[in-house]
């Protein structure tokens, strides 16, 4: 394994790229931000200069550059495949946004090209990479609410704009591969569990699932979860069981939506509270990517 610097192209100047996941990489131990690639010049200049990276003219110059180790992928949904694979074909690591595939069958051909190739092929859910999830996924082994029985799950947010790629159903827009896919994820992250039985009931607007209410059986357990892009803010996570239950108030974007806290509520009434400093779970992120490579 190699204990020099990662170094690092993005794919494109996307929000989340310049506001959160490029700063966490240049944070991060072994991490350097060392290209930016985007079909608009000024934009790619424009974001790698804090960081004294190169401003690479398209996407295709990013995955030559012999200088880029490892590439964040933060395009629209409806790219990641074919940019996953893209990268992996050029001898590079790949970190991509969720979802990393719009459909099941897609992700065969990215295992395929990730064992062929023996590189890196990862995707970004940083929440998984926070303390206070990895706290919850002890809590329930160690008993804490008894036999978990029930999860419940809720991630909402306002946006109606139709020139948002969310709105865009030819981009792979939809509530459902934007964020219905957190609650999920830290279900089963915690729980080590995957689902046997999932149904949904949708709301459409604009082409795209704008809300949705889930359900999914799991062997010992059932998940029942909304998300919506035409309500009001909330995040929050509870998980139940036959001796208490506890909740997860700033389940996904933690410190966004209040404050990073567990409650821990047993039979007898006795309530817990575990509070948690302010993390960068992008850069808790980063740093297992680097670690991996």
């Known amino acids: 394994m190699s204990k020099g610097p990662v170094r690092w192209g993005i794919l494109g100047a996307a929000k989340i790229a310049r506001e959160w996941v490029a700063p966490a990489i240049h944070a991060s131990t072994r991490g350097v931000v060392?290209?930016?690639?985007?079909?608009?010049?000024?934009?790619?200049?424009?974001?790698?200069?804090?960081?004294?990276?190169?401003?690479?003219?398209?996407?295709?110059?990013?995955?030559?550059?012999?200088?880029?180790?490892?590439?964040?992928?933060p395009l629209p949904n409806g790219d990641h495949v074919a940019w996953t694979l893209k990268c992996l074909e050029a001898g590079k690591h790949v970190l991509c946004e969720k979802p990393i595939a719009l459909a099941?069958?897609?992700?065969?051909?990215?295992?395929?090209?990730?064992?062929?190739?023996?590189?890196?092929?990862?995707?970004?859910?940083?929440?998984?990479h926070h303390p206070q999830w990895r706290r919850v996924r002890e809590l329930l082994r160690e008993g804490a609410v008894g036999r978990l029985?029930?999860?419940?799950?809720?991630?909402?947010?306002?946006?109606?704009?139709?020139?948002?790629?969310?709105?865009?159903a030819d981009l792979g827009g939809g509530a459902l591969r934007d964020i219905g896919v957190y609650p999920s994820v830290v279900t089963r992250y915690v729980t080590g569990a995957e689902p046997e039985r999932i149904a949904a009931e949708i709301d459409w607007d604009m082409g795209i699932d704008a809300t949705a209410r889930v359900q999914a059986a799991f062997p010992d357990f059932h998940l029942d979860f909304y998300v919506s892009m035409r309500m009001a803010p909330r995040q929050l996570m509870t998980f139940h069981g036959d001796g208490g239950w506890?909740?997860?108030?700033?389940?996904f974007n933690a410190g966004a939506y209040g404050d990073e806290v567990i409650e821990i509520r047993a039979s007898d009434a006795t309530t817990v509270l575990e509070r948690f400093p302010r993390a960068d779970q992008y850069r808790a992120q980063a740093d297992a990517f680097n670690a991996s490579v």
């Open 149 to 168: 029985r029930h999860v419940q799950g809720a991630f909402s947010f306002f946006n109606e704009d139709p020139g948002n790629i969310r709105n865009q």
């Open 246 to 251: 506890l909740s997860v108030h700033a389940a």
């Open 104 to 128: 099941a069958g897609e992700i065969d051909a990215l295992i395929a090209a990730r064992d062929r190739t023996g590189l890196v092929a990862a995707e970004a859910f940083m929440v998984t």
């Open 34 to 73: 060392a290209a930016v690639g985007s079909r608009d010049r000024a934009k790619a200049a424009a974001m790698a200069a804090p960081y004294g990276a190169r401003a690479v003219e398209g996407y295709e110059a990013l995955l030559a550059d012999p200088g880029v180790d490892a590439i964040y992928i």
